[in-house]
């Protein structure tokens, strides 16, 4: 058995195991708008973690989005949550 030249495997299998994701699929993930995705996909905060495919301003190009970084975009807005709820509980008086 030979060893894996590439340290994280390979990297189309990776892929294929990481769907690329339409915007109404992540709102739908993140039960949201399709407003709200498009906005956060392009100029407001939290930005989305989009890869455009084609040109053009705002809705003229192809979004999509990588299933494992919706999913890290979640852990990490959760983890703001947590850090912002015990600062509030930090307050001295």
Do not use: C
């Not at 769907?19 to 906005?39: F, G, M």
Request: aromatic residues 4%; positive net charge; without cysteine.
């Amino acid at each position: 058995m030979s060893a894996d030249p590439t340290p994280l495997g390979n990297t189309t299998e990776m892929r294929n195991h990481d769907p690329l994701l339409t915007p109404e699929q992540v709102a739908k993930r993140l039960n949201t708008s399709i407003d709200w995705v498009w906005d956060h996909s392009s100029r407001k905060q939290p930005m989305l973690p989009v890869i455009r495919i084609g040109s053009g301003p705002g809705r003229a190009g192809i979004l999509r989005y990588r299933a494992s970084k919706i999913e890290e975009f979640i852990a990490e807005q959760e983890r703001l949550s947590v850090l912002g709820r015990k600062s509030i509980g930090r307050k001295i008086a």
